[in-house]
């Protein structure tokens, strides 16, 4: 138990002195108009720096990632389907995908997958 003790005290001693190194670290420097702004062979520049974000893209990107991982899942129900009882992997099977379709279709219903908004 004192084992245990000590080494949450040493994590939260360790990150207490990670925190406070990087705060000291990266303190910024007041930089004056010149420096902050971005340099376009010494002239002024013509637009913003600044892109504006994508909120759509946003979200079909998190669309993506979350039907990539769902094939990592699926993609090992292939080799346990010898191994396995039958009947509870066609329940386990069918009960994933029907999870997924109906993940898809509050997507389309709500029009995240519309790029012509």
């Known amino acids: 138990m004192m084992k245990i ?3 949450i005290m040493m ?52 669309l993506f990632l979350v039907f990539d991982i769902e094939i990592v899942i699926i993609l090992p129900m292939i080799t346990t389907m010898k191994s396995s009882n039958m009947l509870s992997w066609m329940i386990t099977s069918v009960t994933f995908i029907m999870i997924l379709m109906l993940g898809l279709y509050h997507e389309w219903k709500n029009g995240i997958l519309e790029w012509s908004n």
């Open 11 to 62: 994590v939260m001693l360790m990150s207490i002195i990670m925190m406070t190194l990087c705060s000291i670290i990266s303190k910024k420097t007041l930089m004056d108009r010149e420096k902050m702004s971005p340099f376009e062979c010494g002239f002024d520049p013509k637009s913003s720096p600044r892109i504006p974000f994508s909120s759509q893209f946003f979200l079909i990107a998190v």
């Open 5 to 7: 003790v000590i080494s």
